[in-house]
């Protein structure tokens, strides 16, 4: 089991820089060799329903990335606790204090990662609706991760979805590939736009 789990990561490691870099590169690339403006149209931030020429609403696009990263912070404290302690050399005390950490954490902040993410689903369509880009899709498939991943995760959390398929979907929301890979699209696509 312990071969798979490093070999996992191991192909993690591996793709992730990869792909990361290979979404800006196809995207910018030129066969001539030359820079072009393929991403600076001069229409390309302009939103049909408002008057005014909005380049990217940068408030809620920020407002949305913190609320991201704190809403998902006790996800992140509890992993890497977990990895500390399965893959670390250290005593027993320590590690009993460590998972007494995570316990405290997981009974009083996982509240802050059930409501808060609910919170950045109108965040993130309020920042899409008000600064939608032509240039690249990269940001679209980002939103459909997030929402689909959120979605889940409300499915799990109320037990809004049938037993049945209850084991399915915290296997898909608890993936980190999948996770991963909406970190990489949305921050590939986000760069492409800028």
């Known amino acids: 089991m312990k071969k798979q789990n490093l070999i996992r990561a191991g192909l993690m490691l591996i793709c992730i820089p990869i792909f990361g870099c290979l979404f800006p590169v196809l995207g910018l690339a030129d066969d001539e060799h030359r820079e072009r403006d393929y991403f600076e149209r001069e229409d390309q931030h302009s939103i049909p329903f408002?008057?005014?020429?909005?380049?990217?609403?940068?408030?809620?696009?920020?407002?949305?990335?913190?609320?991201?990263?704190?809403?998902?912070?006790?996800?992140?404290?509890?992993?890497?606790?977990?990895?500390?302690?399965?893959?670390?050399?250290?005593?027993?005390?320590?590690?009993?204090?460590?998972?007494?950490?995570?316990?405290?954490?997981?009974?009083h902040l996982m509240v802050i990662h059930y409501y808060l993410n609910l919170a950045i689903v109108g965040v993130v369509v309020w920042h899409y609706v008000s600064s939608r880009c032509l240039s690249t899709s990269l940001p679209e498939l980002g939103l459909f991760l997030m929402i689909g991943f959120i979605a889940f995760g409300v499915l799990i959390k109320f037990k809004l979805c049938p037993k049945v398929f209850r084991k399915y979907v915290y296997q898909i929301h608890t993936q980190p590939i999948i996770f991963i890979a909406m970190i990489l699209v949305l921050t590939t696509g986000h760069l492409i736009v800028d």
């Open 50 to 107: 408002l008057e005014t020429d909005n380049e990217g609403n940068e408030t809620a696009g920020q407002i949305a990335a913190w609320l991201l990263l704190v809403a998902n912070f006790p996800i992140v404290l509890s992993i890497l606790i977990k990895g500390i302690n399965r893959f670390m050399p250290i005593g027993d005390g320590l590690k009993k204090s460590l998972t007494n950490i995570n316990r405290f954490q997981k009974k």
